[in-house]
Each structure stands twice: as C-alpha cells, then as structure tokens.
C-alpha cells in the first residue's frame, strides 16, 4: 500500500472559500511535502514542514502536522479559479541525505474553484 | 528561476522500440530522479542518481529501463523494447540537500505513447 493518501480525491469549491486536503501516510517521517500540480505539467514544490513542527503558512497556504496520527492537511484560503489544480502530498523517509532521497507521493486530490 | 527542462515533450512510439527520454537537471543540484504518472494516477518513483550511479529504484525499474549522465549536463532514460503499459507522463527531477531537506523541481514531463 502507498505511503501517501490524500483525501478527498476529488473536491470542487467556489471562488473565495476555504478547500482543505488531507493527507496520511504508514511510516515515521523527517518532513512532509506539498506540491502542485497543473492538468498536464509537472509538479510545483508549494511547502515543507519537518517532523518537529505542527504548522506552518505560506501566503494563503497552511500545513498541519500530527505525528500521532500520521497525518497532514492543506488548507487554501480564499481560493481562486487559478488554484484549480491536483495537489499531492510526499512523504521523506530518510533523516541523511547520503545519496539521494525520494520522496513517496500520494494519489492526489483534484481541486476545481468555480469562478 | 532555474528549471529543468525535459525533451521531447511528447513521444509516439510502437510497441518493442527504444525509447531515449532527456533530461537537463537544474545546474548545480546533485541529485537526480525519474518519476512516472499513468495519466490520472499517483506519481510513481523509478530511480534515483547521484555521483554517477543508481542511488535507489523501485519494483517498477527493471531491465527494460536505464538511466545515464552521458555528459555534464544531461540526464537520459532509456525505455528498451516498450510495451502498452509504458504508456504514461515521465517527469525528471533534480535536487540539492539544503537545511537538511530534499525538495525536489520537476520538468514539465515527457508523455510517452505506445501504440
């Protein structure tokens, strides 16, 4: 089974509210990752946040952590038809960065903001 | 900003031939990985690089695929003998260990058809 799985799979909004995406994962973690990803392209880093910390914001984003539960979620703020997008969290496992370490995505939510 | 840019952006090919995905990782980043989206399914990791050599790869990763830093810049995947099943968005990334976290750049992906 994956290490990341966001939930819902699919969420559709109105311009100006709140979408909220969650996320969990199996296994102990050095940090968690947010990133975009627009219809066809490649993915955008949107925002870290380490294992030692619960929360952390950036512009209209907002990560949370619990460890506990092994789970994440990500919230947009005032959401825009531009955020329309699918949205994956990623999981680092390693705590040394001796080779390379990958990151293990989610299955994605789907986020549409009518306009 | 830099970027890493992937060639060709879209790939026809049939089944049983070779296919060469390129890749040109962000300059100064050690680290480099393939990744690959069936469309409308979770980002799968194929392989890490780092200092000339395969670093990690997955289940998915067998004999067929290859990877190789020919030269200082480039970074290639070689699909041998394809099948229906390789069909899928191939997304390169590079990274560098910064402040103790790997986060990743991606390019904008190579779709590869087989037919």
């Known amino acids: 089974s994956q290490q990341g799985e966001e939930d819902p799979q699919a969420l559709s909004i109105q311009e100006g509210e709140n979408a909220t995406m969650n996320c969990s994962y199996k296994?102990?973690?050095?940090?968690l990752q947010w990133y975009r990803q627009n219809s066809g392209r490649g993915l955008v880093h949107l925002i870290l946040i380490r294992s030692n910390e619960r929360e952390k914001h950036s512009g209209r984003l907002r990560v949370t952590l619990d460890t506990s539960k092994k789970s994440s979620s990500l919230l947009i703020t005032a959401s825009r038809a531009a955020d329309t997008a699918s949205y994956f969290c990623?999981?680092?496992?390693?705590?040394?960065?001796?080779?390379?370490?990958?990151?293990?995505f989610g299955a994605g939510t789907i986020l549409r903001v009518k306009s | 900003e830099p970027e890493v840019t992937q060639t060709p952006s879209h790939q026809v090919t049939q089944m049983g031939q070779e296919v060469i995905l390129r890749c040109v990782p962000i300059?100064?980043?050690?680290?480099f990985y393939w990744y690959r989206q069936i469309l409308g399914q979770k980002v799968e990791f194929l392989v890490s690089f780092y200092n000339n050599e395969i670093s990690e790869k997955s289940e998915i990763f067998d004999d067929q695929f290859s990877v190789e830093r020919p030269d200082g810049s480039n970074f290639t995947l070689k699909i041998r003998s394809t099948k229906l099943e390789d069909s899928a968005m191939y997304f390169c990334?590079?990274?560098?260990?910064?402040?103790?976290?790997?986060?990743?750049?991606f390019g904008a992906g190579s779709r590869l058809t087989v037919l």
């Open positions: 990334a590079s990274s560098e260990f910064r402040s103790g976290a790997n986060v990743l750049t």
């Open positions: 300059s100064n980043h050690l680290y």
């Open positions: 296994t102990s973690i050095n940090n």
């Open positions: 990623a999981t680092d496992l390693d705590w040394f960065m001796e080779y390379g370490n990958k990151l293990v």
